[in-house]
Nanobody, 126 residues
Framework: QVQLQESGGGSVQPGDSLTLSCQNSEDTASGYCMGWFRQAPGKEREGVSAVYTAGGEKFYSSSARGRFAIYIDNAKNTLTLKLNNLKPEDTGMYYC???????????????????WGQGTQVTVSS
């Protein structure tokens, strides 16, 4: 059973950076589509970024592209999302997701991932 544990959220000011981490209980080198979703109060959950852990293209939402960077460390089974130049609209609960297959280029942000973490809160406010 895959378990995902996020860490790294917090409260920051606009323009600051944060690094979110997601520890997968299984061997990520075997190949997962792993990524991050977020949900702001009163808004629908949205895909932020995803990557195939066995090597492949990285995917970003339009709001994340250019500011966020996703990385996988298969030696540590850890997915990282570096959030730069944070804006108030980035506030929300960030969830790590995973599935035991590749990421679908046209559907990574709408896919119903099997495994979800508990979430870590990111708050951006002045």
């Amino acid at each position: 059973q895959v378990q995902l544990q996020e860490s790294g959220g917090g409260s920051v000011q606009p323009g600051d950076s944060l690094t979110l981490s997601c520890q997968n209980s299984e061997d990520t080198a075997s190949g997962y589509c792993m990524g991050w979703f977020r949900q702001a109060p009163g808004k629908e959950r949205e895909g932020v970024s995803a990557v195939y852990t066995a090597g492949g293209e990285k995917f970003y939402s339009s709001s994340a592209r250019g500011r966020f960077a996703i990385y996988i460390d298969n030696a540590k089974n850890t997915l990282t999302l570096k959030l730069n130049n944070l804006k108030p609209e980035d506030t929300g609960m960030y969830y790590c997701v995973a599935d035991r297959h590749g990421c679908y280029p046209g559907a990574w942000s709408t896919w119903k991932y099997t495994y979800w973490g508990q979430g870590t809160q990111v708050t951006v406010s002045s």
